[in-house]
């Protein structure tokens, strides 16, 4: 069964340091998304991306972050200057068409821990 | 953006007892969807929900959306230990999470 992949599944950063975060979506798939969890909290939406540019983002995603498409597997989150309270776990998920109608597809999380 | 809100937080239930979340929202939806985390785990599609008044069911699950399209349920008969997790509703168009609800079951 496809799916998703993302990695690292598990990153420890000095606070101040730039971070990127690999996804490779299903092969398929034409919509992307980066969604955050902090620990014992809910699923939180940061982006969507579609045909190589952001189609939505939230008040979460600032000048800080960055998504690109570098390659045609490829969907990479870029955290430019970590902050103690990036420490989260990050989901990429992928869906065929736009949004609502299908399912997301969850990666198992890239556990981002900031010191 | 559009916030839906889920209750209870939390739910501990003995097994083998039913157990109900509930989300709601102040405007209309367009569908929901509901999604279950296992703990430690990534959120796992369960069902989608488009009509108003719909309901669906998969084994001891049943999912409602209301009449408005502005609440949403999912019951679970006769809970089993792998029910534990924590289930979230999402209004995929604004692709906003609600709050969640975690069930723990005890055997």
């Known amino acids: 069964e496809p799916e998703v992949t993302q990695t690292p599944s598990h990153q420890v950063t000095q606070m101040g340091q730039e971070v990127i975060l690999r996804c490779v979506p299903i092969?398929?798939?034409?919509?992307f998304y980066w969604y955050r969890q902090i620990l014992g909290q809910k699923v939180e939406f940061l982006v969507s991306?579609?045909?190589?540019?952001?189609?939505?983002k939230s008040e979460i995603f600032d000048d800080q972050f960055s998504v690109e498409r570098p390659d045609g597997s490829n969907f990479t989150l870029k955290i430019r200057s970590t902050k103690l309270e990036d420490s989260a776990m990050y989901f990429c998920?992928?869906?065929?068409?736009?949004?609502?109608?299908?399912?997301?597809?969850f990666g198992e999380g890239s556990r981002l821990t900031v010191l | 953006g559009q916030q839906v809100m889920q209750i209870p937080q939390y739910q501990h239930v003995q097994e083998g007892e039913d157990f109900t979340t509930y989300c709601n929202s102040s405007?209309?939806?367009?569908?929901i969807q509901w999604y279950k985390q296992r703990p430690g785990g990534h959120p796992v599609f369960l069902i989608q929900?488009?009509?108003?008044?719909e309901v669906k069911k998969q084994k001891r699950l049943t999912f409602q959306f209301g009449e408005a399209k502005k609440n949403s349920s999912l019951h679970i008969t006769a809970t089993q230990t792998t029910d534990v997790g924590t289930y979230f509703c999402?209004?995929?168009?604004?692709?906003?999470f609600g709050s969640g609800t975690k069930l723990n079951v005890k055997p």
């Open positions: 998920a992928s869906t065929p068409g736009p949004s609502g109608t299908g399912e997301l597809f």
């Open positions: 991306f579609y045909n190589n540019e952001i189609s939505e």
């Open positions: 929900l488009v009509k108003s008044g």
């Open positions: 405007t209309t939806l367009s569908n």
């Open positions: 999402i209004n995929f168009n604004k692709f906003y």
């Open positions: 092969s398929n798939h034409l919509y």
